[in-house]
């Protein structure tokens, strides 16, 4: 007579079978993930060694710099011929979205390692962006009656011809209809 042995839910190779196996440990929440339901993710290149890395996953830094170094911005106000007061020109400025793989951000000093208690803590990094408060808001602009801002094709009011933008007498997507001049008789 054989004797089975006992495996204590253990396969024949030494494994622990399907149904008695126990849910891995994570180390965060969301897997270091921004996924959510989604199967799959698009691919970025990561700025500084341009690794694949999931779009949700890489970290992501908004940079905005003055397109001349602060060393030069004087030497060029000072050659300008418009005015040096206070409505003085803008020098244009850069934007650029970095995406950092995991590897190169903690070595940049992007993100940093935390403790398992400090990890808990989602709320987000302070926002450094200074605040333009003689700009006005796209809420405050004014209303249509049908409740939409009174907008072209970019977003710009209907009014202007700028870039993106419908020209004022035509009446494009977005832009408010004008009322045709009625026949004489």
């Not at 905005?64 to 300008?80: F, Y």
């Not at 208690?117 to 990094?125: S, V």
Request: hydrophobic share 30%.
């Amino acid at each position: 007579m054989t004797q089975k042995r006992r495996n204590n839910g253990r396969n024949k190779h030494g494994s622990l079978s399907l149904l008695s196996r126990s849910k891995m440990t994570q180390k965060r929440r969301n897997n270091g993930r921004n996924k959510h339901g989604r199967g799959h993710v698009r691919a970025v290149r990561c700025t500084n060694c341009a690794r694949c890395v999931p779009k949700d996953k890489s970290i992501k830094k908004f940079v905005i710099r003055n397109i001349v170094e602060s060393a030069a911005v004087r030497d060029i106000t000072e050659a300008s011929v418009y005015a040096q007061e206070k409505g003085q020109f803008a020098l244009p400025k850069l934007y650029a979205k970095l995406h950092y793989c995991v590897s190169c951000a903690i070595h940049s000093k992007v993100v940093r390692n935390r403790s398992r208690e400090a990890r808990r803590d989602r709320t987000p990094p302070p926002n450094f962006r200074p605040k333009r408060d003689d700009a006005p808001r796209p809420r405050d602009q004014q209303q249509r009656p049908g409740g939409a801002a009174n907008t072209g094709f970019g977003g710009a009011p209907a009014a202007s011809t700028g870039f993106g933008s419908a020209p004022a007498a035509s009446t494009g997507f977005g832009a408010a209809p004008t009322a045709a001049p009625a026949a004489t008789a």
